[in-house]
C-alpha cells in the first residue's frame, strides 16, 4: 500500500517527501518537511506514528486497522492538528457503506430475511475478519434491531438467531471482496463490492488527506464529501 500511496501521490502531482518501513523507521526529523502522513503499516506500529504526528504537530491519514481499543486514547492525542482513519478507503466501498445502511434500514421491516457478511482477501492479509467486514457487521447492527452482535469464524454448530453471522475466506491475490447478503425462504438479495486492486485504496487515502489537511481533531471516511 506504502508504494501504491507514493505512485498515486506523484501521478496527482503532490510530492513525497519520505518513506518509512521497518527497516527505515519514522522520525520527526524526517517528518521536517511534510504536511500530512499517510499510515498502512501494522497495528503494533501504528499508535507510536499517531504519537509521532501528533508530537510533530501533522496531521495524519491511517489506513491501518486492528488499533481501534486504542482509540480514545488516540483521540486526546489530536487536538492542535487532525487524524483521519477508515476501515477501508476505497471511495466506491465508502459509498457501499452507505448503501447497505440503507438497505439494512428496509430490512429492518422485513423479518423473514436473515442477513449475513462474506469477505474474502489474499491469503497473506493478517487479520480475519477484515477491518471493512467489522464495519460492515457494525452498520447492519445499527440497522437492523432483531440482529444483537456478531458471530466471526466458522460455527461449530447453529448460532442464535439474534446473531450475525460473518464470516472470512484466505485464498489467493483477492485484493478484497464483501458481500452482504439477505436471505428468506422465497428468495434472497446480495449487495457485493470487489476490489480490482489497491489503487483505488491509495486514490481514496489522498482523497481523505486533502479534505483533512489543518483541520484539527479525529474524523473518518463518513465525514468526507465523497
Sequence with gaps: M???????ASESGDTVVACFDSASPASERALVRAEICIDFST?????????????????????????????????????DSAMLYAHNFSVGM???FRAVKQMGALMNGAPEYDVYVQEHHNSDKVDS?????????????????????????S???GIPPNSLHLSSLRAGTVPGSHTVGFD??????????ASKNRAGFAIGALKAA????GKKGVYTMDDVDL
Excluded at 55 to 74: C, F, N, P, R
Excluded at 184 to 193: C, G, N, T
Excluded at 210 to 213: E, G, S
Design 94 to 96: 465508502n459509498i457501499f
Design 2 to 8: 506504502g508504494r501504491e500511496v507514493e505512485r498515486a
Design 184 to 193: 428468506s425462504p422465497a428468495d434472497s438479495i446480495e449487495l457485493r463490492h
Design 155 to 157: 460455527p461449530a454448530g
Design 210 to 213: 486533502r479534505w483533512v489537511l
Design 129 to 153: 475478519p477484515s477491518g471493512t467486514a467489522l464495519r460492515l457487521g457494525d452498520i447492519l447492527l445499527e440497522q437492523v434491531d432483531r440482529k444483537k452482535q456478531t458471530h466471526t469464524g
Design 43 to 79: 497495528p503494533e506500529a501504528v499508535i507510536g506514528h499517531m504519537e509521532l504526528a501528533a508530537e510533530s504537530g501533522i496531521d495524519i491519514v491511517v489506513g491501518t486497522t486492528g488499533w481501534y481499543e486504542h482509540l480514545d486514547q488516540v483521540r486526546g492525542l489530536f487536538r
